[in-house]
C-alpha cells in the first residue's frame, strides 16, 4: 500500500475529529482589528507558526509520534502529562480533550491499532490530541516526521477555513496566501529537525530547546565553581 494513502488520511479534513470547530485565536484577531486582510493575515499566521507551533507544540508533537513509534510507553504516558498540562487556558484544554476523544473512538473501530497501542489508549480517560495523533500515525504506519507535517497542514488548512468564512477571504487569495506561507510552514518543520541531536542529549523530562539551554547554563555555573 502507497505511504502516501495513510499520510493523506490523517492530514485530510475529513478526518472527523473536529479540529474546524476551534480558530486558536484567530476569530479573536479578526474582531479585535488585528486582521483585516490577506497581508496582516499572513503575518499573524507566520508569527503563529515561527513562534509557537516551531518552538513548542511541533516538538511536543514530535516527541509525541517518536514513542509511540518506538514502543516506548512510559515516556508517550509521561509526555501525554506534559501536554495536559501545558494547556494553559479552558478553551484549549476544552480543544485537546474534544479532538483527542473524537480520534479515539475513530481509533477504537479500527483494525490497524495495534494490542499495546489499544490497552495504552484504553488507559486513557481523556487522552489529548497530541497522544492520538502519535498513536494513529503508529497505527497507519506514518513516520513522526510525516505526522508533524500533516499537523502543520491541517493546522494551515483550518487557519485558512477560519478566513475564508470570517473575514471573508475568498478561495484564490487563500491559495495565494498558502503559497506565501508555504516556507514558513516547512520552517516550523524543519525548525525542530535541526534540534535533532539537542533532543538525543535530554535527560527526558521534557522536549524542545529551553530544557537543552537550562542544563548548558548549569553546567557553566559549576564548573566557575
Known amino acids: 500500500m502507497k505511504p502516501a494513502w495513510a ?9 472527523p475529529i473536529g479540529g474546524y470547530s476551534y480558530s486558536q485565536g484567530l476569530e479573536w484577531a479578526i474582531d479585535s482589528g488585528l486582521i483585516v486582510d490577506a497581508d496582516s493575515a499572513e503575518r499573524w499566521l507566520a508569527d503563529q507558526l515561527m513562534l509557537n507551533l516551531a518552538r513548542f507544540e511541533a516538538p511536543l508533537l514530535l516527541a509525541h509520534c517518536r514513542a509511540a513509534d518506538a514502543a516506548d510507553w512510559s515516556r508517550l504516558q509521561a509526555l501525554a502529562e506534559q501536554h495536559r498540562a501545558s494547556r494553559e487556558t479552558r478553551e484549549l ?3 485537546s480533550r474534544q479532538m483527542g476523544y473524537s480520534l479515539r473512538q475513530l481509533l477504537a473501530g479500527l483494525p490497524e491499532l495495534d494490542d499495546d497501542a489499544r490497552t495504552l489508549l484504553d488507559t486513557q480517560d481523556e487522552p489529548g490530541l497530541a497522544l492520538a495523533w502519535a498513536l494513529a500515525a503508529r497505527a497507519w504506519h506514518i513516520t513522526p516526521d510525516d505526522a508533524l507535517a500533516a499537523w502543520l497542514w491541517g493546522w494551515l488548512e483550518n487557519q485558512l477555513a477560519v478566513l475564508m468564512k470570517v473575514l471573508p477571504l475568498g478561495q484564490q487569495a487563500a491559495q495565494r496566501l498558502t503559497s506565501r506561507l508555504l516556507p514558513q510552514l516547512d520552517g516550523a518543520q524543519q525548525h525542530h529537525l535541526a534540534e535533532k541531536a539537542g533532543e538525543r542529549r535530554q535527560t527526558g523530562h521534557g522536549v524542545g530547546a529551553h530544557e537543552e539551554q537550562r542544563a548548558q547554563q548549569q553546567r557553566l555555573t559549576q564548573r566557575r565553581r
Do not use: I, N, Y
Open 93 to 95: 484544554a476544552l480543544e
Open 7 to 15: 499520510l493523506l488520511r490523517l492530514a485530510s479534513p475529513q478526518l
